[in-house]
């Protein structure tokens, strides 16, 4: 249903040094840079970071990013936390979810609740 996501971040250089890691684990990679914001994504940009523009705050959000497998979740998630990523929640399966749902939560640069989870079974 979503053709892309765009967030606010108020250090560009720190959000693009976390994405640009963290995505890298799970196939993402930067796709395009235009003045000022970067589109990640495999073939085309669908998610955005950009200069935070409005606003005194970022209003925290919750990304779930999707893994080709429960090693691409705890890659993802060594990846944030190398890079300095608060531990939300380890990477476990949430069977208050659904029984597969292996997914691993951190916080981003600017706060926002970060997921890489897979849905596919252990």
Known sequence: MLDHLSIQCRDMQAASRFYDSVLATIGGARVLDIGGAIGYGIDQPTFWIGTQTTG?????????????????????????VTAGAQVLHEPRVWPE????????????????????????PG
């Open 97 to 120: 979810y659904h029984p597969d749902y292996y997914g691993g939560f951190v916080r981003d640069p600017d706060g926002n609740n970060v997921e890489a989870v897979c849905h596919v």
């Open 56 to 80: 005194a705050d970022n209003r925290e959000v919750h990304i779930a990013f999707a893994a080709p497998s429960r090693a691409g979740v705890d890659a993802f998630f060594v990846a944030a």
